[in-house]
């Protein structure tokens, strides 16, 4: 019964079983001084220490078709408790994500203070679609800037993004 039990163990193992999984990548984009530095953790673990303001983590495996839960804290936290957002996601398997993290927790100093919050977007990419082409996903992160354009000038293509 044993060497049946192994077997069978071995057998199931060999059938390659693997974990849904999604890609992300998080941005810090939120330019309070109260976030300058931020401690992000998942399901209640420390999984980015001290990620600082306008850096990104690289793109990692995650769980997919589970909830996650995402607290983000400041950088000297010492448990997801210590955050101040946390939001639950469930990620599609398969796809890529960016999260981009930004606005204000102060109560005061900032005029306009957009709360923080974490966009997500699902459109992201680790390899262009075509090699001879740049992909790009605009976010205006800015939190006191007005509407802006974005312009390509190096082969002339002009406007690429109107009154984000």
Known sequence: MKKQFLFLLTT????????????VQVVHNSADAFTS??????NGMLTLPDV??????????????VP??????P????????AFF??????E????????????VSPTGYNPAPPFDLFVYDTGREVENNPLEVDLLVHHGSTDAPTVDVNE???GLGLVVDDI
Not at 52 to 65: E, I, K, Q, Y
Not at 75 to 82: E, R
């Open 12 to 23: 199931l193992l060999g059938l390659g079983i693997q974990a849904q999984v999604a890609r």
């Open 37 to 42: 530095t931020v401690d992000v953790y998942l």
């Open 52 to 65: 600082n303001f306008r850096s990104s983590s690289p793109f990692t495996d995650l769980p997919a078709g």
């Open 68 to 73: 996650l839960v995402l607290a983000v804290a």
């Open 75 to 82: 950088g000297d936290s010492t448990s997801a408790l210590d």
């Open 86 to 91: 946390t939001e639950t996601y469930t990620l």
């Open 93 to 104: 398997e398969g796809e890529t994500y960016i999260m981009i993290a930004e606005g204000i």
């Open 153 to 155: 000038t190096e082969v």
